[in-house]
């Protein structure tokens, strides 16, 4: 059986990395690999015998390095400090170079600022940004190169590089450091004679303007992954577990399954587990994004980072460390941000062969330009092909868009599974949805009663029963008529009802043979005769006929699936909108209905929430569990909602398709940008500092495209 190793990777700087990368640890026999260059990290699944160790061996040897990713989801608080160590080093060398830059610039661009001998203090200026600022590119460059491999930085390197070389050969050798030495800005690369023209502000400018682009990128990522951080940091980091009768206060990694702990108003549960003792509104905010809190007392279940909002309770673990929602959230958004999605794939190729390449084109355009006797030219040219090709744009495109719409995702209670996923939300035209707990609450309640006397009769009988019926007539009695008579020589009758003596009276509860469009109707018999009738029923939930509005504004077409009565169901479905009904359906029938639904060419969502529903899920184009189900049916679908609230549905379908929708946006830019600039750089049109700054603006505009799915507003929130 395979085993999933990962991994952190640094020393990358494009996508072109991460495909080296990833190629090399696919030659590992038996491996398959995933390097995802937004997240910086790699996944590998390794047969038996292949060890952590060995794959970061195999990429300190490509030139990179590599360290296992900690297991426990809180480690990752260490990350930053690291990371904000890098990211200060990053803005000290742009700020540097920006500052010595702008007037190498200037001096070069306006003949108006040119006094004697101003290019040898351009010189003084550009040096120290070329060396020190740029020294990053030069250093991944060279070992790149003991690596006969390239990237962008061997572009970055190798363009600056040659601009300051020639700059140096034309003002020691040549006569640009002639006194009196004039020069003017283009936007076009340069035809005067190369011997009387310095390039020092293309060398300086490019340096300092992808250093720019590369420190933008750089903290945009770090904010990216800020979702993902967020979430692993919810949880609380000791408790008091009562041992003896007595609070201990111990850290939570120590708490076992089975242990009883004290949550006091306004902390953190510290795991998911049953109340034993004690009744409080625990604040599910974090986790579900609904801000009202939710009501908890003995027998329900809480979910741990959750905050206790009021009393003083007792729970008993039930699920503890890796097995958490916590934990299983942070680990899917984990796994959807280090998955690929195929057209990132496509692109990572593409980056991987396009240096090279670009090298190649560079080489053939100076020496096109050398060989029609404009030299000067040809250095500009060659100079700003280098640049302007650097695939920065084309790999962040997708996995900016994915880190950030996932992210976001997760904030609003939605897990999406994997970049697939989001493919499949913008072909479906048809959606499933199961009815009792999706469409429905999923629990029986009254809605309506012949009179108290029948209701008090009706409650203390079923008192006695665990049918889901008889619970919810009871709690009802209870609950408006305060405590229920006892009752004696009760009897139960499977299929028929049940009977019991309450106060001295013969009590017999049934299903009676009136009907009603959307509730199970009761018939209480009290010494023979009938007393009176409850109705009970599985109530709508409020936002399911707004949900299924939007769906429908989302190009879908809604189907009810259920397996109660067909008038029970067209009733629900004429409550909220549906108009397509499927019902009296056996939980082994609902594969085969979603089958018949694809056979028929439509393209078919799933939401529900049981056991039942898996195979359904499963087999949908995609599956939507509701979290508030059975861990089956969660583990079946492609994403998760952890409200049990179908607009939230909703929600997941729109922010993966805008998600998607901005993923094909930072593509056709990132390709258009490449595929636009280099003829204009290849043919002298395109100024070297110019190309620099361009490229580092298409880096940061696939970034600011991405950041923009931050302002994503749910519909589940709404007024």
Request: charge should be negative; charged fraction near 20%; proline fraction near 3%.
């Given at each position: 059986?395979?085993?999933?190793?990962?991994?952190?990777?640094?020393?990358?700087?494009?996508?072109?990395?991460?495909?080296r990368?990833?190629?090399?640890?696919?030659?590992?026999?038996?491996?398959?690999?995933?390097?995802?260059?937004?997240?910086?990290?790699?996944?590998?699944?390794?047969?038996?015998?292949?060890?952590?160790?060995?794959?970061?061996?195999?990429?300190?040897?490509?030139?990179?390095?590599?360290?296992?990713?900690?297991?426990?989801a809180?480690?990752?608080?260490?990350?930053?400090?690291?990371?904000?160590?890098?990211?200060?080093?990053?803005?000290?060398?742009?700020?540097?170079?920006?500052?010595?830059?702008?007037?190498?610039?200037?001096?070069?661009?306006?003949?108006?600022?040119?006094?004697?001998?101003?290019?040898?203090?351009?010189?003084?200026?550009?040096?120290?940004?070329?060396?020190?600022?740029?020294?990053p590119?030069?250093?991944?460059?060279?070992?790149?190169?003991?690596?006969?491999?390239?990237?962008?930085?061997?572009?970055?390197?190798?363009g600056?590089?040659?601009?300051?070389?020639?700059?140096?050969?034309?003002?020691?050798?040549?006569?640009?450091?002639?006194?009196?030495?004039?020069?003017?800005f283009?936007?076009?690369?340069?035809?005067?004679?190369?011997?009387?023209?310095?390039?020092?502000?293309?060398?300086?400018?490019?340096?300092?303007?992808?250093?720019?682009?590369?420190?933008?990128?750089?903290?945009?990522?770090?904010?990216?992954?800020?979702?993902?951080?967020?979430?692993?940091?919810?949880?609380?980091?000791?408790?008091?577990?009562?041992?003896?009768?007595?609070?201990?206060?111990?850290?939570?990694?120590?708490?076992?399954v089975?242990?009883?702990?004290?949550?006091?108003?306004?902390e953190?549960?510290?795991?998911?587990?049953?109340?034993?003792?004690?009744?409080?509104?625990?604040?599910?905010?974090?986790?579900?994004?609904?801000?009202?809190?939710?009501?908890?007392?003995?027998?329900?279940?809480?979910?741990?980072?959750?905050?206790?909002?009021?009393?003083?309770?007792?729970?008993?673990?039930?699920?503890?460390?890796?097995?958490?929602?916590?934990?299983?959230?942070?680990?899917?958004?984990?796994?959807?941000?280090?998955?690929?999605?195929?057209?990132?794939?496509?692109?990572?190729?593409?980056?991987?062969?396009?240096?090279?390449i670009?090298?190649?084109?560079?080489?053939?355009?100076?020496?096109?330009?050398?060989?029609?006797?404009?030299?000067?030219?040809?250095?500009?040219?060659?100079?700003?092909?280098?640049?302007?090709?650097?695939?920065?744009?084309?790999?962040?495109?997708?996995?900016?868009?994915?880190?950030?719409?996932?992210?976001?995702?997760?904030?609003?209670?939605?897990?999406?599974?994997?970049?697939?996923?989001?493919?499949?939300?913008?072909?479906?035209?048809?959606?499933?949805?199961?009815k009792?707990?999706?469409?429905?609450?999923?629990?029986?309640?009254?809605?309506?009663?012949?009179?108290?006397?029948t209701?008090?009769?009706?409650?203390?009988?079923?008192?006695?029963?665990?049918?889901?019926?008889?619970r919810?007539?009871?709690?009802?009695?209870?609950?408006?008529?305060?405590?229920?008579?006892?009752?004696?020589?009760?009897?139960?009758?499977?299929?028929?009802?049940?009977?019991?003596?309450?106060?001295?009276?013969?009590v017999?509860?049934?299903?009676?043979?009136?009907?009603?469009?959307?509730?199970?109707?009761?018939?209480?018999?009290?010494?023979?005769?009938v007393?009176?009738?409850?109705?009970?029923?599985?109530?709508?939930?409020?936002?399911?006929?707004?949900?299924?509005?939007?769906?429908?504004?989302?190009?879908?077409?809604?189907?009810?699936?259920?397996?109660?009565?067909?008038?029970?169901?067209?009733?629900?479905?004429?409550?909220?909108?549906?108009?397509?009904?499927?019902?009296?359906?056996?939980?082994?029938?609902?594969?085969?209905?979603?089958?018949?639904?694809?056979?028929?060419?439509?393209?078919?969502?799933?939401?529900?929430?049981?056991?039942?529903?898996?195979?359904?899920?499963?087999?949908?184009?995609?599956?939507?569990?509701?979290?508030?189900?059975?861990?089956?049916?969660?583990?079946?679908?492609?994403?998760?909602?952890?409200?049990?609230?179908l607009?939230?549905?909703?929600?997941?379908?729109?922010?993966?398709?805008?998600?998607?929708?901005?993923?094909?946006?930072?593509?056709v830019?990132?390709?258009?940008?490449?595929?636009?600039?280099?003829?204009?750089?290849?043919?002298?049109?395109?100024?070297?500092?110019?190309?620099?700054?361009?490229?580092?603006?298409?880096?940061?505009?696939v970034?600011?495209?991405?950041?923009?799915?931050?302002?994503?507003?749910?519909?589940?929130?709404?007024?």
């Amino acid at each position: 059986m395979a085993d999933i190793i990962d991994l952190d990777i640094t020393g990358m700087t494009c996508s072109s990395c991460a495909a080296r990368i990833e190629k090399k640890l696919n030659r590992v026999e038996g491996a398959e690999a995933t390097v995802n260059f937004a997240t910086e990290r790699a996944r590998v699944s390794v047969p038996d015998g292949v060890t952590a160790a060995d794959l970061v061996a195999v990429v300190e040897r490509t030139g990179y390095g590599a360290a296992p990713v900690a297991s426990e989801a809180p480690e990752a608080e260490a990350e930053p400090e690291t990371d904000d160590a890098e990211l200060r080093s990053l803005r000290q060398r742009t700020v540097g170079s920006l500052v010595l830059a702008a007037p190498v610039i200037a001096l070069s661009m306006i003949p108006a600022l040119q006094f004697d001998n101003w290019q040898w203090l351009t010189l003084t200026l550009a040096a120290p940004v070329v060396v020190w600022g740029g020294w990053p590119f030069h250093r991944v460059a060279a070992i790149n190169l003991r690596h006969r491999a390239a990237n962008m930085d061997t572009l970055v390197s190798m363009g600056t590089l040659a601009a300051f070389g020639w700059s140096l050969w034309a003002l020691f050798f040549g006569d640009a450091g002639a006194a009196g030495m004039s020069e003017g800005f283009s936007l076009t690369g340069s035809a005067e004679e190369a011997s009387s023209n310095t390039y020092l502000e293309a060398a300086a400018g490019v340096t300092a303007f992808v250093l720019l682009g590369r420190f933008l990128e750089h903290r945009s990522k770090r904010q990216a992954g800020a979702a993902l951080r967020a979430l692993m940091e919810l949880g609380a980091k000791d408790v008091a577990v009562l041992k003896d009768g007595r609070e201990v206060r111990v850290p939570v990694g120590e708490l076992a399954v089975g242990d009883e702990f004290v949550v006091r108003p306004g902390e953190k549960i510290a795991t998911d587990g049953t109340v034993v003792s004690g009744a409080s509104a625990v604040d599910e905010s974090m986790l579900t994004g609904e801000s009202v809190p939710v009501e908890a007392t003995v027998g329900d279940t809480v979910t741990g980072a959750t905050v206790n909002a009021s009393g003083r309770l007792v729970v008993r673990a039930t699920r503890v460390g890796a097995d958490t929602q916590l934990a299983q959230m942070a680990r899917m958004v984990e796994d959807a941000q280090a998955s690929k999605a195929a057209v990132q794939r496509l692109a990572d190729r593409i980056s991987s062969v396009f240096v090279p390449i670009v090298i190649g084109l560079a080489l053939a355009v100076l020496i096109a330009w050398a060989l029609a006797g404009a030299p000067g030219t040809a250095v500009t040219a060659a100079v700003a092909v280098l640049v302007i090709a650097c695939p920065c744009a084309l790999g962040l495109a997708t996995p900016m868009a994915l880190m950030i719409g996932t992210g976001r995702a997760a904030k609003e209670g939605i897990l999406i599974s994997g970049p697939e996923v989001l493919e499949s939300t913008k072909r479906i035209d048809t959606i499933v949805l199961d009815k009792t707990g999706t469409v429905t609450s999923g629990a029986m309640s009254v809605v309506d009663y012949s009179s108290e006397e029948t209701l008090r009769y009706a409650g203390a009988v079923e008192d006695a029963s665990e049918h889901p019926i008889a619970r919810a007539i009871a709690a009802e009695a209870r609950e408006r008529l305060g405590e229920l008579p006892p009752v004696t020589d009760f009897v139960n009758r499977p299929g028929v009802g049940v009977a019991g003596v309450v106060e001295g009276r013969a009590v017999e509860v049934g299903r009676s043979s009136a009907a009603a469009d959307t509730a199970t109707v009761v018939e209480v018999v009290v010494d023979g005769s009938v007393a009176g009738t409850v109705a009970v029923a599985d109530t709508v939930k409020p936002t399911s006929a707004r949900a299924v509005a939007e769906l429908r504004r989302l190009g879908l077409t809604p189907v009810l699936l259920t397996g109660d009565a067909k008038a029970v169901a067209e009733a629900v479905a004429a409550e909220v909108g549906i108009d397509e009904v499927i019902a009296e359906t056996m939980p082994e029938d609902k594969l085969a209905h979603i089958g018949r639904l694809q056979s028929e060419g439509r393209v078919v969502a799933m939401v529900g929430d049981g056991v039942n529903d898996a195979a359904a899920l499963a087999a949908a184009d995609l599956g939507i569990a509701m979290g508030t189900g059975t861990d089956v049916a969660i583990a079946a679908s492609d994403m998760t909602l952890v409200r049990g609230d179908l607009l939230v549905a909703v929600d997941a379908i729109r922010l993966a398709r805008r998600t998607l929708r901005t993923i094909r946006q930072n593509l056709v830019w990132a390709f258009g940008y490449n595929v636009a600039a280099i003829p204009l750089a290849a043919f002298g049109l395109l100024n070297p500092m110019v190309a620099g700054l361009a490229m580092a603006f298409s880096s940061v505009s696939v970034v600011a495209n991405s950041q923009r799915l931050r302002s994503f507003t749910a519909v589940s929130r709404a007024d």
